[in-house]
């Protein structure tokens, strides 16, 4: 059940994860690729002859499609749509979670998971503590080898750590202006949210997350901040590989699911004269 569950959220993810939605990547690829020239949007009506039957079509799993395209040249007509901002950083985050690299996210996931299970059985400043001292114990150790080795050979090498010491990571505030205005658009959002649940604009809404927050009670009674986030992960890296292995089974069930929850949301907003009116407007 809780497999389930978690696929189900993973599906629905997607709405909020890509913007405007507005992609099916997967199943037309090889279409959009013949199709559109760089810098024109399938999304926009106008933009080519079928771009207005393809306008709004995208199904329930685009978030998933939207990243099975294996061909290179493909990724780069994707990358030049304007509404495909986050697509870059998506599909890092999509080959990390899908093992495309097992290496990588072996190390990944091997170490925040170890970090993980350290903070649940020490302090946050133990933790940090140790780390910093494992790292400096690796860099001092091997910066005194390179230093004997040197004066045993009387090379002139230099600094071990020399390539490194010159990379320029200065942050410019053009840089640092583009962060802030990116995070400024999510907390604007945020805090539209905020105030649309706590203040009723629409009450189902304001319910569901009443709700939520009910079962969340029940949740912390049992698992504590630390535990949940080394189940996150654990989900994290599994289901998203069992999703795509048992596409097909799972998108069934949850279309069941959701078609369930859209029944019940529909009979109680009939009951509710406020929102009954509303829709008669």
């Known amino acids: 059940m809780g497999w389930f569950l978690f696929c189900f959220l993973f599906k629905e993810l997607h709405s909020f994860l890509l913007p405007n939605n507005n992609y099916r990547a997967a199943p037309v690829a ?18 080519s002859p079928t771009s207005g039957s393809l306008h ?11 990243f099975q395209i294996a061909d290179h040249s493909q990724r780069a007509v994707l990358a030049t749509w304007p509404h495909v901002t986050r697509l870059p950083f998506l599909l890092a985050v999509h080959d990390l979670i899908f093992w495309r690299d097992v290496k990588k996210t ?5 170490t925040t998971l170890i970090m993980l299970l350290s903070l649940a059985a020490f302090s946050v400043i133990s933790v940090v503590s140790y780390l910093i001292l494992a790292l400096l114990s690796v860099t001092i150790s091997f910066r005194v080898y390179k230093s004997v080795i040197q004066a045993v050979q009387k090379s002139e090498e230099g600094h071990p750590f020399k390539a490194y010491l010159d990379v320029d990571i200065t942050l410019s505030s053009e840089a640092f202006h583009n962060y802030v205005n990116a995070a ?9 949210l905020i105030i649309r649940l706590f203040l009723v604009e629409d009450l189902v809404d304001s319910l569901k997350l009443a709700v939520f927050m009910w079962l969340m009670t029940y949740v912390g009674a049992v698992f504590n901040g630390i535990t949940l986030l080394i189940l996150a992960e654990l989900l994290i890296f599994s289901v ?25 949301v529909e009979k109680i907003q009939a009951k509710l004269p406020g929102i009954a009116k509303k829709k008669a407007e």
């Open 30 to 47: 090889q279409q959009f690729s013949a199709t559109y020239s760089p810098g024109r949007d399938p999304g926009d009506p106008g933009s």
């Open 240 to 264: 998203p590989i069992v999703y795509e292995k048992y596409k097909t089974q799972i998108d069934h069930y949850v279309g069941i699911a959701r078609d369930q929850t859209k029944s019940i």
């Open 56 to 66: 709004g079509t995208c199904s329930s799993s685009c978030w998933y499609d939207a």
């Open 184 to 192: 400024m658009v999510h907390i604007n959002r945020a805090l539209k």
């Open 106 to 110: 072996g190390f990944v996931f091997g």
